[in-house]
Each structure stands twice: as structure tokens, then as C-alpha cells.
């Protein structure tokens, strides 16, 4: 196989590229997922605090539908002969 030999300036350019494409992949990862931060190494503050955040949210709705279908029997039973 024949070797492929880059200058000094090539090889500069192409790990330029490289970590270009590695950008526009990280920003079409955050425009794709609507979130600023997707991981612990974007920012381990804020990724623990939007976790935290969300576990929440995701509680409280569990406990919304919880009541939903407490109130939806009281009706069910006052309403029945």
C-alpha cells in the first residue's frame, strides 16, 4: 500500500477541520435536542441542576395524574345509584 505523507501545514489544516467538524456536530447536537447542555461535560453544574429539575417535573406530573384518576373515582362513585 502506498503511503499517504502530509506537510506540516496540511496536517495543520486538516486537524482545523477536524475540530470544525466537531463543533458544527456538538451545535446541531444542541439545536436537535432543544438543550443547551446534554451531558456532564458540557457544564456539570448546570447538567445536574436541569437533571435535577426535570426528576421533578417528572414527579409532579406522575403525582397530576395521581389525582386525575382519585377525582375521576369520587365521581364515578357519587355518581353512581
Known sequence: ?????????MRSNLLS?????????????KLSTGKKVN????NPSSYYTAR???????DLDALLDSMGQAVSTIKAATAAP
Open 17 to 29: 477541520l477536524q475540530n470544525i467538524s466537531k463543533q458544527v456536530d456538538s451545535t446541531q447536537n
Open 52 to 58: 435535577s429539575l426535570t426528576n421533578r417535573a417528572n
Open 1 to 9: 500500500m502506498d503511503k499517504i505523507s502530509l506537510s506540516a501545514s
Open 39 to 42: 451531558s456532564a461535560i458540557d
